[in-house]
């Protein structure tokens, strides 16, 4: 997918502000048996086609909305991922606005994930 440069350059600059991982590193932690809070923060079409197993929906388009509500704990570890990374690292920067201390962007999202084999369920 191509990206018009000023989308990437916001995305870019989240990413400045925000903790990164892989999805080498999520999955890694899955396969230890961690628990970990995953948020897909894709369109609901795409959502609905497959996700990461155990994660929760939040879209980036009302995450901000609703994210007091389903994740109350402002200091819990939040994973938030999307289809690539750039969706993530823009709702991670949102969030840490709002005070949570402690999100991480997927970067690779659910493509990488796909294609790494993790776990998905429909």
């Known amino acids: 997918m191509s990206h018009s440069?000023?989308?990437?350059?916001?995305?870019d600059d989240?990413?400045?502000?925000?903790?990164?991982?892989?999805?080498a590193a999520v999955l890694a932690r899955v396969k230890k048996g961690e628990k970990l809070l995953l948020v897909?923060?894709?369109?609901?079409?795409?959502?609905?086609?497959?996700?990461?197993?155990?994660?929760?929906?939040l879209g980036k388009g009302v995450i901000e909305r609703d994210v007091e509500a389903a994740i109350?704990?402002?200091?819990?570890?939040?994973i938030l991922y999307c289809g690539g990374g750039f969706r993530s690292a823009?709702?991670?920067?949102?969030?840490?606005?709002?005070?949570?201390k402690n999100v991480i962007s997927m970067d690779g999202g659910?493509?990488?994930?796909?294609?790494?084999?993790?776990?998905?369920e429909k």
């Not at 923060?41 to 795409?46: G, H, I, K, Q, S």
């Not at 086609?49 to 929760?56: V, W």
């Not at 823009?90 to 949570?100: E, F, P, R």
Request: no cysteine.
């Open 5 to 11: 440069p000023e989308f990437l350059k916001i995305v």
């Open 14 to 23: 989240a990413k400045t502000r925000v903790k990164q991982t892989d999805v």
């Open 40 to 57: 897909d923060t894709r369109e609901d079409n795409e959502w609905d086609k497959g996700r990461i197993e155990g994660a929760i929906h």
């Open 72 to 78: 109350p704990d402002k200091s819990a570890e939040v």
């Open 90 to 100: 823009l709702s991670a920067d949102n969030l840490q606005k709002m005070g949570y």
């Open 110 to 120: 659910w493509r990488d994930w796909v294609a790494a084999g993790g776990p998905v």
